[in-house]
Each structure stands twice: as C-alpha cells, then as structure tokens.
C-alpha cells in the first residue's frame, strides 16, 4: 500500500556550509521550502529541542550537527550555532528577492506568551528582553539564549524584536520564544510573486 503523504521539497532556497574554528565544528544544510522533519544535534539537548520547534514552526527543513568546547562552557558553542544558522539563512536567501521581508507572531504556550517581529532588512539589530528564573534550563545556560540570537541576528542581517511578554516556567518561556520566531520568520520570508525587492532603495 502506498503512503499518499506527499512531502514537498522547495527548490531552490536552500543552502549548506560548514564552519570549523577552535573552539567550534558545526555543519549545516537548510532548506526554507521543505516539510520535511529537521535534524538537529547541538550536544545540548535542550536547545536542539529549542531549534526543532523554531523549525517545525517556521516550516523550514533544518539540518545541523554542532560540536564545540563545552568543557569551557556552552557559550562558544550556542554562539556560534546562531552566527551560522543566520549564515545559512543568509545564504538561502539569495538577494531577498520577491520575499515578503517583515514578520512577527506572537505565540502563546500555556502560561508563557512570547513575541517576536522580525525585518531582513539589511542591518542587524537586536532588542532583547526576557527574564528566567533559573541559571540553568534543562542543561541549557539560560543567559547564553541572547547570545544565541546576538550571533543569529548579526550573520542573517536583520532588525529583530524579541520579548517574553510573560510566564512562570522557564522552559514554557523559552519554547514560546522560538516558536514566536519560527513563525514570524516563515512569514518574513514568505514569497510573493508581486514583489520584486521590498524595499524603496531596489536593494535589501
């Protein structure tokens, strides 16, 4: 018997790089028009966790495998894991063309509710105010969450907005965060046949 699930497969935004430093490894491939179930190994499960949800619900195929110096700290390793999953998106994006460009969401998770407005505009921006109670989150350094979007934001050039409006769990806040991001990003880089560059300048 057939399985008539069909799994679309975009072509053409896509992109694959590596980047090896000394304190890091990571390796990614990005498809933004794919179905199909990401797989990401970080070392740090909770932010692979993080990263899955941002894709699910971004409806992006994301492909990554990360090693770094953990024995140090998480720092260079999620840091890093930002600056080139906002390289690949960088990459994937081509000249923006025909991309609707701005998106925001926000995304309630049962007690937690988080917004997210995002511009690829060019210039990389970030405004970033969440609170967590606990120093640590599932294994996760719960103050390295900003960097992880410090390297984002840089790498993929874009104004980004990002608030943990409220909430108890720090686990539900920050889960409602990259769902938030996921969503807004699906919508900043939705296509649009009536747009050439979005933008007045003819660039982007």
């Given at each position: 018997?057939?399985?008539?699930?069909?799994?679309?497969?975009?072509?053409?935004?896509?992109?694959?790089?590596?980047?090896?430093?000394?304190?890091?490894?990571?390796?990614?491939?990005?498809?933004?028009?794919?179905?199909?179930?990401?797989?990401?190994?970080?070392?740090?499960?909770?932010?692979?966790?993080?990263?899955?949800?941002?894709?699910?619900?971004?409806?992006?195929?994301?492909?990554?495998?990360?090693?770094?110096?953990?024995?140090?700290?998480?720092?260079?390793?999620?840091?890093?894991?930002?600056?080139?999953?906002?390289?690949?998106?960088?990459?994937?994006?081509?000249?923006?063309?025909?991309?609707?460009?701005?998106?925001?969401?926000?995304?309630?998770?049962?007690?937690?509710?988080?917004?997210?407005?995002?511009?690829?505009?060019?210039?990389?921006?970030?405004?970033?105010?969440?609170?967590?109670?606990?120093?640590?989150?599932?294994?996760?350094?719960?103050?390295?969450?900003?960097?992880?979007?410090?390297?984002?934001?840089?790498?993929?050039?874009?104004?980004?907005?990002?608030?943990?409006?409220?909430?108890?769990?720090?686990?539900?806040?920050a889960e409602s965060l990259f769902k938030a991001?996921?969503?807004?990003?699906?919508?900043?880089?939705?296509?649009?046949?009536?747009?050439?560059?979005?933008?007045?300048?003819?660039?982007?």
């Amino acid at each position: 018997m057939k399985d008539n699930k069909k799994e679309y497969l975009g072509r053409g935004r896509v992109s694959s790089l590596k980047r090896k430093t000394k304190e890091t490894d990571i390796e990614i491939s990005l498809n933004l028009d794919s179905n199909i179930q990401s797989k990401i190994d970080t070392s740090i499960s909770f932010l692979d966790h993080l990263l899955e949800n941002f894709a699910k619900h971004g409806l992006f195929s994301i492909n990554l495998k990360a090693r770094g110096d953990i024995q140090n700290g998480q720092h260079h390793l999620v840091e890093d894991t930002g600056i080139v999953l906002g390289q690949a998106f960088d990459k994937a994006l081509k000249d923006r063309a025909q991309i609707s460009r701005a998106g925001y969401f926000v995304f309630p998770m049962d007690e937690s509710l988080s917004f997210a407005a995002i511009d690829i505009s060019g210039r990389p921006y970030l405004d970033f105010e969440a609170k967590f109670n606990n120093k640590n989150i599932a294994g996760l350094e719960s103050s390295l969450i900003e960097d992880f979007f410090i390297g984002f934001t840089s790498s993929i050039k874009a104004s980004m907005h990002l608030r943990i409006i409220k909430g108890r769990n720090d686990h539900h806040k920050a889960e409602s965060l990259f769902k938030a991001l996921g969503r807004a990003m699906h919508a900043a880089c939705e296509t649009n046949k009536k747009i050439t560059i979005q933008s007045t300048k003819g660039v982007i």
